[in-house]
């Protein structure tokens, strides 16, 4: 099996968008890492908050946020 080198940050994948969710998205973003967050909503509603607490940060709903992410 052979793997490639790894060049930078990743995407993160966060299920929750509650205080510790939030903070945890913030620190990655800060990081450069790339973040997807599900809360038990629509990803819609989950995008009015953390457009505003975690800008940066890609609302998805909870069945796509393991998808292309490195860390779950």
Do not use: E, F, N
Not at 3 to 17: F, K, L, Q, R, W
Not at 25 to 36: C, F, H, I, N, S
């Amino acid at each position: 099996m052979t793997t490639s080198p790894h060049t930078g940050p990743g995407t993160i994948g966060i299920i929750g968008a509650g205080k510790s969710g939030v903070a945890i998205a913030r620190l990655a973003l800060d990081a450069g890492y790339t973040v997807k967050i599900a809360s038990s909503g629509p990803a819609r509603q989950t995008a009015l908050m953390t457009d505003i607490v975690a800008p940066g940060a890609i609302a998805v709903d909870t069945a796509y946020v393991g998808a292309g992410t490195g860390i779950l």
